[in-house]
C-alpha cells in the first residue's frame, strides 16, 4: 500500500486537499518548505520536515496540534509519510527561521515567531 493510500485511509478529507496543493509546494531550504495558501491569496506557511515528523505553522497545526494538509501535502511532495510534532502549551513552538522548537519566541513581524538566537543574529 502507498504512502498517500495510507494517508487517505487516516484522514481522507484531509489527504484530498492536500493532493490538492501538491503543485502549490516548493523547497525553501534543506528540510524547510513552503506550501501556498489555498484560502488566502500570497500567504503561505512554513513545514519544518524531518525524517518522519513535521511542523507547520498555519492556525490548524498551531491551535491543534494535528498533521494538517500542509504537512500531509510536503510528505507527498518529498516521498515519504509525516506526522505532527504536537505543540504543547508551555513546551515551545517552532522558530519560522531555524526551525528549532523552544519557548524563547518573540515575534518578529513578517518573519513570524523566531527564537531568541535567530532574533539576535
Avoid at 48 to 68: I, N
Wanted: charged share 25%; aromatic share 8%; net charge neutral.
Amino acid at each position: 500500500m502507498e504512502w498517500s493510500e495510507l494517508q487517505q485511509k487516516k484522514s481522507p478529507l484531509r489527504a484530498l486537499k492536500a493532493e490538492a496543493l501538491l503543485k502549490r509546494v516548493w523547497e525553501i531550504r534543506a528540510g524547510i518548505y513552503g506550501v501556498e495558501s489555498q484560502s488566502r491569496p500570497g500567504q503561505y506557511w512554513v513545514v519544518h520536515a524531518g525524517e518522519r515528523t513535521a511542523c507547520c505553522d498555519c492556525p490548524d497545526y498551531v491551535h491543534r496540534g494535528v498533521t494538517c494538509k500542509h504537512i500531509i501535502a510536503v510528505g507527498m511532495f518529498i516521498g515519504r509519510e509525516l506526522t505532527a510534532v504536537p505543540e504543547v502549551e508551555g513546551e515551545g513552538r517552532i522558530c519560522n527561521l531555524c526551525g528549532k522548537i523552544t519557548t524563547d519566541l518573540i515575534w518578529a513581524g513578517d518573519d513570524g515567531w523566531i527564537c531568541r538566537r535567530c532574533y539576535e543574529k
